[in-house]
């Protein structure tokens, strides 16, 4: 089966500074990698390059249809949860309920706490029929109820032939591949 | 996406304080009888020029709010991966922006006119050169947001660039020359999409 997302000989400069050179990845369907380093080692520019927001200084990225989580919930916060998922689209009930979010569906997203908004910007992700899942940090600020909901969604995903490359600094409990960035 | 984008952005700047550069726009008119004195041929005479210099200073005040909140909350990035290219935002927000601004000042100048004591006349000339010239102002509004986001003091970069750029539309507009005024509108609103999605791919990365 051929790779979700491919890295072949990527160097990335951010800054002036070399962040991680002639990189070499893959992750396949059903497959979940975990990138670890100490902070700015390069995490969250490296899920930024799979997502085709930044570009290679060399090398080649070939990833499928990506979602991404990061620290940016990118919801309207004006609108109510429900409403603001809404617009990205996909199966927001289905996700909204996986996450534990369906009694919120109604208040405003400026009313939600800083854990109900992590699960909100992961509901985005899992409402979404990208096959990889891109997750930065996302044990941040989830309860010990979030957590496990996410490892079951997660664990879905994957089983649905999805992969997961996830950037965190936490061990994620589970399968995970694991990749240090120095 | 693109018909969901413009209708959230015109969502966005209908709710709040969308009537503040229309507001603002009246205001700066109403202190001119002030500055000048009451004279109303004065008044009449000017007031085209009045109108135009109320309406660029109006167009700088919801300058902060066009690109940069949304770049920094990551819903450009997430529009990139939904596909949407940088071009088309910046085209569905200058629609939507021009929507939200440019009918309430058509309105807001027949209040100013009554002020500057201008004719029937002259109230609609005026009214066809601010028609005419609003999508441009509203396009270089759009373009300046997207080139200074994410900079620091950018509201003040802002009226820096745009007050200049708007000269051409100043000039033609004000002296109803309103090919000229059409020929720089629509240049300006033809390539200013192209021009803020260039930097809102440039703040990306």
């Known amino acids: 089966m051929s790779a979700l997302l491919r890295f072949e000989g990527v160097s990335l400069r951010r800054g002036g500074r070399l962040l991680f050179e002639e990189l070499d990845l893959e992750v396949g369907p059903g497959e979940a990698l975990q990138v670890t380093g100490p902070n700015g080692s390069g995490k969250s520019s490296l899920l930024r390059l799979a997502a085709g927001l930044l570009r290679a200084e060399r090398g080649k990225v070939q990833a499928a249809e990506v979602a991404l989580a990061d620290d940016h919930a990118a919801l309207d916060r004006e609108l109510t949860l429900r409403k603001a998922l809404q617009f990205w689209g996909g199966q927001v009930d289905a996700a909204m309920d996986a996450l534990g979010l369906a009694p919120l569906a109604k208040v405003p997203v400026r009313l939600l706490s800083s854990g109900q908004l992590k699960r909100a910007t992961l509901a985005r992700v899992a409402a979404s029929a990208a096959p990889l899942w891109l997750l930065d940090e996302p044990l941040n600020a989830l309860d010990a109820d979030g957590l496990e909901r996410l490892s079951r969604l997660i664990a879905a995903h994957r089983e649905r032939g999805g992969a997961v490359l996830a950037a965190s600094h936490q061990p994620l409990s589970g399968d995970w591949r694991r990749m240090e960035l120095s | ?205």
């Open chain 2, 1 to 205: 996406m693109i018909g969901s984008l413009i209708t959230r952005e015109v969502r966005r700047g209908s709710t709040g304080v969308t009537w503040l550069p229309a507001a603002f726009f009246v205001l700066v008119v109403a202190l001119m009888p002030f500055a000048v004195g009451p004279d109303a041929r004065l008044l009449g005479r000017i007031g085209s020029g009045v109108l135009w210099i109320a309406a660029l200073t109006a167009a700088l005040l919801p300058i902060e709010r066009l690109i940069e909140p949304d770049r920094a909350d990551g819903v450009l990035d997430q529009l990139t991966l939904h596909g949407v290219a940088d071009e088309s935002v910046a085209f569905a927000k200058i629609l939507a922006h021009w929507l939200t601004f440019g009918p309430l000042l058509l309105i807001a100048a027949a209040f100013g006119a009554a002020l500057l004591s201008m004719d029937g006349r002259t109230l609609i000339a005026a009214e066809i050169a601010l028609l005419i010239g609003t999508p441009g102002l509203a396009a270089l509004a759009v373009t300046i947001a997207a080139v200074t986001s994410g900079l620091p003091r950018a509201s003040s970069l802002a009226a820096l660039l745009l007050l200049p750029l708007a000269v051409p539309l100043l000039i033609f507009g004000a002296a109803n020359a309103w090919l000229l005024e059409a020929a720089v509108s629509l240049f300006l609103t033809a390539g200013a999409p192209f021009v803020a999605g260039a930097a809102i791919r440039a703040a990306r990365t």
